[in-house]
């Protein structure tokens, strides 16, 4: 086999892609206020290790220098992430002019270096005082965050002409007010379904507010998307299938590219919210049309029933897959049929890999890290990414996750996804193998294996 950057389009857009909690630190300043995960990492037991986002890898005072590394690595574009909190300290109300500072420096930072930005405004970094408030499972969070999309836009709307409204509001809300697992750690089944669909009002939202400020930008959202399929074909699988397929999937999907919620699922959650907080209305908000679909694609879920019969309860299965550092199995074909499925059922939507990625255990010797699983992880994606295209996909870009070491959410920094180290003791970087690889296939190599 053989891949090179001349196998997908001319104007593709390759890029790498982070976010602001898991970057930046400076937490408490340039008068950033509290956002759900300073306050989910402070509490004992929460994050491995007891690890926080408050210093991270320095990336608000090392910018100039990673943007550096970006224009090493020879990337077209950047995916970053906006802080609410940076912007609007309590959510609500008065801009910080020394938060939007800072996205107007990295802004302009990355336009000098001919790097194009693309820029998230939600990538899980709720302001505190709206969780105080009720959080995602309230509807008037939606409303602010419109509110904070227009400042955004008019801060940045004349430079930045690429913006994603949420990324993976399925963690958002089954991680952050369902499983726990995630900020705010509340274990709540309707609350995290009613945040589901207040975030992706919100998303609609902000899509209005975007295209009345900013209406050169290109829009979209992104979502963290599974192909599932069964762990064998015994009773009730193919029902856990559809199950799990729908609110992984389609409960997202739906109501952003059809106006609607899947009925199967509906009929599925019923016991447990009646709906009643979808609006007349809210499902035009929700589908407003968009310039792409950002998809993040790590793994596939197989999965049969549970061991207690009558329960709902999900295996997920492994098939003895090689496997990350976070135990997710390595499975290429997996972006390939997902990218495919969502043009088969959705239409043709522009769509674009917003996040790609893997953890391995890496090592740093003698100023190196040989880093071979995630080479072949990358270039196994990508490889799938070019099926997809020649299979009719409407394949637009791809962003690496993730451009460094960062703070890994509840896994603290143990967890490795960067294609380029970080010692989180001198916060010095270096560009592990993978990196190389990347800005070698980026300079048009052609890659063999
Ligand atoms: O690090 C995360 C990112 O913030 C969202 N998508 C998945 C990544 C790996 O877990």
């Known amino acids: 086999m053989d891949l090179s950057r001349s196998d997908f389009p001319a104007d593709f857009t390759w890029g790498v892609a982070t976010s602001s909690y898991q970057i930046e630190g400076a937490?408490?300043?340039?008068?950033?206020?509290?956002?759900?995960?300073?306050?989910?990492?402070?509490?004992?037991?929460?994050?491995?290790?007891?690890?926080?986002?408050?210093?991270?890898?320095?990336?608000?005072?090392?910018?100039?220098?990673?943007?550096?590394?970006?224009?090493?690595?020879?990337?077209?574009?950047?995916?970053?992430?906006?802080?609410?909190?940076?912007?609007?300290?309590?959510?609500?109300?008065a801009v910080s002019r020394a938060g939007l500072a800072f996205y107007d420096r990295l802004v302009d930072t990355l336009l000098d270096k001919g790097i194009t930005p693309w820029a998230t405004l939600y990538h899980w970094d709720l302001p505190q005082p709206l969780e105080d408030a009720g959080g995602w499972p309230v509807r008037d969070t939606a409303h602010r965050f419109a509110e904070y999309a227009a400042h955004v836009a008019d801060a940045l709307g004349d430079r930045v002409g690429h913006f994603i409204t949420l990324n993976e509001p399925w963690c958002s809300a089954f991680l952050g007010y369902g499983s726990g697992r995630h900020a705010p750690g509340r274990s709540d089944?309707?609350?995290?379904?009613?945040?589901?669909?207040?975030?992706?009002l919100g998303h609609g939202l902000a899509v209005q507010a975007l295209r009345e400020r900013a209406p050169q930008a290109q829009v979209g959202i992104t979502l963290n998307l599974?192909?599932?399929?069964?762990?064998?074909?015994?009773?009730?699988?193919?029902d856990v299938v559809r199950r799990v397929d729908g609110l992984s999937n389609r409960w997202f999907l739906d109501p952003v590219l059809r106006g609607s919620y899947p009925q199967d699922v509906v009929d599925d959650v019923a016991h447990l919210t009646d709906l009643s907080f979808v609006h007349d209305g809210d499902l035009e908000v929700t589908s407003a049309s968009l310039d792409f679909l950002g998809v993040n694609y790590y793994t596939r879920h197989v999965v049969a029933?549970?061991?207690?019969?009558?329960?709902?309860?999900?295996?997920?299965?492994?098939?003895?897959?090689?496997?990350?550092?976070?135990?997710?199995?390595?499975?290429?074909?997996?972006?390939?049929?997902?990218?495919?499925?969502?043009?088969?059922?959705?239409?043709?939507?522009?769509?674009?890999?917003?996040e790609n990625g893997a953890a391995f255990d890496d090592e740093l010797v003698d100023g190196a890290v040989h880093d071979t699983e995630r080479v072949d992880f990358l270039r196994g994606h990508l490889e799938a990414g070019a099926k997809a295209i020649a299979g009719g996909v409407p394949l637009r870009g791809y962003f690496a996750w993730s451009l460094m070491d960062n703070f890994e959410w509840a896994e603290g920094y143990a967890k490795r996804f960067g294609i380029v180290h970080v010692d989180f003791d001198t916060q010095v970087r270096t560009i592990k193998d993978s990196g190389h690889w990347y800005a070698a296939f980026l300079a048009g190599e052609r890659t063999q294996y």
């Open 27 to 93: 937490t408490t300043e340039g008068g950033r206020g509290p956002s759900i995960w300073d306050t989910f990492s402070a509490t004992p037991g929460r994050v491995v290790g007891g690890d926080s986002g408050e210093v991270a890898v320095e990336h608000f005072h090392r910018y100039a220098q990673d943007v550096d590394l970006m224009a090493d690595l020879g990337v077209d574009a950047y995916r970053f992430s906006i802080a609410w909190p940076r912007v609007q300290p309590t959510g609500s109300g």
């Open 305 to 354: 029933p549970g061991a207690l019969p009558g329960t709902g309860e999900v295996d997920f299965a492994s098939r003895g897959l090689p496997t990350t550092a976070l135990g997710w199995e390595v499975d290429p074909e997996g972006l390939s049929d997902i990218l495919l499925r969502v043009t088969r059922d959705y239409g043709d939507i522009p769509l674009v890999i917003t």
């Open 189 to 200: 089944a309707g609350a995290a379904l009613a945040a589901s669909h207040h975030l992706l």
């Open 226 to 238: 599974y192909p599932v399929a069964p762990a064998h074909d015994g009773h009730g699988t193919q």
